[in-house]
């Protein structure tokens, strides 16, 4: 097995008091594995005989595993459950040397956490498809009622428009509108695209509501993106995905948009291939969102405009135009520099699949973090600097990213020490005073890079 290719600024480390690794590894993993615990002893409980008996079995080691996490043991070599991506984890442990929970590289000790966890999965009968974060990401999904409805209204609409004459100018709007709702992915962003008309998205208002809602994007290419969209007739689109829930509702929408203005002939989605970082969206997800929307007690309102989504939907992915596609490379501890040729971990084979795509689209902070090599750099470092050996490999990539990490590049001089100071002022006027650093993992701001993969 080959090595990845190394990158030459150091990885933010779970020891490094100043960064979120030192509380994500201390306060939030507890947390998330005490959750898992909960759910599996939930379903254990609804279950019997021998999935029963697997069930109190995976509690005691996730138990354990919060135990290890929580008193800084040191990291082992993961057991062989015979996927081919434990040997490197375990190759880069080995790589690196003996680290324990609280020193090691936080990217790859939280891939490795829940990498540990599929793997207790895969040593049962009754479990090694279960979902611990299933319950958690449908209920979320249901909380945003009101949300899922003003959209489904909105697209209804919009679809009508689309089929008719729509000039260039305005599909651009449009294009931004969905990516803004995509980059957020939450139920507080809605004011633009649901209540304003096609004229109204060109007027005045609708300037001064775009301007608003981009004061907090810190690096916006978005019109970087468009001109990818539109300067090739039809095509691929790519979704990496991020969040399950609401978010993949905004991201389905978003493709939906795409394919009903004929700015794209296909749409792939990308999910993770096992349980990851919570929230993510697995294969399954899809099946799971179009039989919510398709229940009248999940969701009450809009009914008419909610079942022309689900149809519409339906429809596109029976057709083979919404494609869902899994890989094991987005699971892998390694950093996204390896989508090259010959790049490790099935990196590869992904680089040969997206130099397919007029646009690969990577949704959330994880990804972004693994564009980034999850690196120490200054955060004036270029964004073509920092994604390394992606820079010129031959695939447009669009990052949409609300900042919850360390990691941020591609500011101007002088922005980081301006963020810092309004981080202090915002605490400090809630009366909790923070680290003016606290401002990059604060989900407050975003960045929305491109690039053309030609630099």
Partial sequence: MGSPVPCPVPPYINSDTDSFAFTSARSRWPVILTGIVDDLSRTTLESDGEKSEEGKALIEKVGALKYEVEHDRT???LEDDGLYDVALYNSEL?????????SAPWLYSECYMYRKLYGYLQTTAHWKEYDFFARQKLDAFKS???AVAELAIRYKTLSGQLHGSVSKEQLHLLFREFIDISLWGNATDLSLLTNLSLD????LQGEKARKESEKNILVNDVDKAWDAIFSVEGGRVDLILDNAGFEFYTDVLFALFLLDSELADTVVLHPKAMPWFVSDVLPVDLPVLINALGSA???TMAREEIDFLREQLVKYNEEGKIIVRSSGFWTTSLA???????????????WQDL???KLAILKGDLNY???????????TTPFSTAIGPLATNQVKLFSLRTCKADVVVGLTEGKEEELEKAWVDITSAKGMPETGKGWAWSGKWAVMPFSSGEN
């Avoid at 109204?200 to 007027?203: D, E, F, G, K, R």
């Avoid at 520099?337 to 790049?343: A, D």
């Fill in 336 to 350: 996204f520099w390896e989508i090259r040729e010959n790049g490790l971990g099935g990196g590869h084979e992904v």
């Fill in 75 to 77: 990291l082992v070599p």
């Fill in 297 to 299: 007690s999940v969701f």
């Fill in 369 to 379: 973090r693994k564009l980034t090599y999850d690196a120490a750099w200054p955060r």
């Fill in 355 to 357: 130099k397919e795509s």
């Fill in 144 to 146: 945003s009622e009101v």
């Fill in 200 to 203: 109204q998205l060109q007027s």
């Fill in 94 to 102: 080995e790589r690196q040397g003996p680290m324990s929970w609280g």
